[in-house]
């Protein structure tokens, strides 16, 4: 099955820009997807892109889609205390597979 | 409903002890999720069903769980003989199965076993 990993952590200023990273192991992922699981509220979807894109901007969201290294990464510009979250990177493979989640990288932002 | 409901929202029970947690997802999805999250930690997935094809179990930690689900609606978990390392926030989601196959997810249920 597909593996994806997250660092856990993220520290950042507020104003500062930040990049959470992503690696997976299933070359044949289509979409992936990005995640945000606010302090004491359910996950909602971020943000996608679909396998044959090496870059989607969506306002103050960059998400960069390296298909030879498995990595992906999502960058927040300006980030505010609002973005505090995790992050959960999941990449869905070919067909109907399931979406695997990563492990959440927990964004601090400090103001 | 307009989004993925979970009953209860929290269940409190006695160690050994079994428990069924219910997921209505959003009508018309064919794919439907099972997660598990510990506190402080990420989604660890259980069990996956997509219309009529045979569920993935992979994600079961043991025998003492499983689900079911009846047609493309209704899902139940059930744990068998709880342990208190069970104890964790149950999240369900439904997704429509498409080629962008967004999840929703319901607001999960905090189950505790004391």
């Known amino acids: 099955g597909e593996d994806v990993e997250q660092s856990l952590f993220l520290s950042v200023r507020e104003g500062d820009s930040s990049v959470i990273n992503c690696t997976y192991t299933d070359s044949s992922s289509t979409y992936l997807y990005w995640y945000k699981q606010e302090p004491g509220a359910g996950l909602q979807l971020l943000t996608y892109?679909?396998?044959?894109?090496d870059m989607k901007q969506d306002q103050r969201l960059t998400v960069l889609l390296n298909k030879k290294d498995k990595h992906l990464s999502l960058r927040i510009a300006d980030t505010q205390t609002g973005d505090s979250a995790i992050y959960f990177c999941a990449p869905r493979g070919g067909g109907y597979q399931k979406v695997t989640f990563g492990t959440g990288t927990k964004l601090q932002v400090i103001p | 409903g307009a989004g993925v409901s979970q009953s209860p929202s929290n269940k409190v029970t006695e160690k050994g002890k079994d428990v069924e947690l219910r997921c209505d997802p959003i009508?018309?999805?064919?794919?439907l999720y099972w997660y598990r999250q510990r506190l402080g930690q990420g989604l660890e997935f259980l069990i996956y069903f997509q219309g009529n094809s045979a569920p993935d179990k992979s994600g079961l930690p043991s025998d003492r769980f499983s689900a079911e689900r009846t047609g493309e609606s209704v899902s139940t978990l059930t744990i068998q003989r709880t342990q208190q390392e069970d104890s964790a926030v149950y999240l369900c989601?439904?997704?429509?199965?498409?080629?962008?196959?967004?999840?929703?997810f319901g607001p999960g249920t905090r189950l505790t076993v004391l």
């Open positions: 989601a439904s997704s429509p199965g498409t080629r962008v196959d967004r999840q929703f």
């Open positions: 009508s018309g999805h064919t794919a």
């Open positions: 892109i679909f396998s044959n894109m």
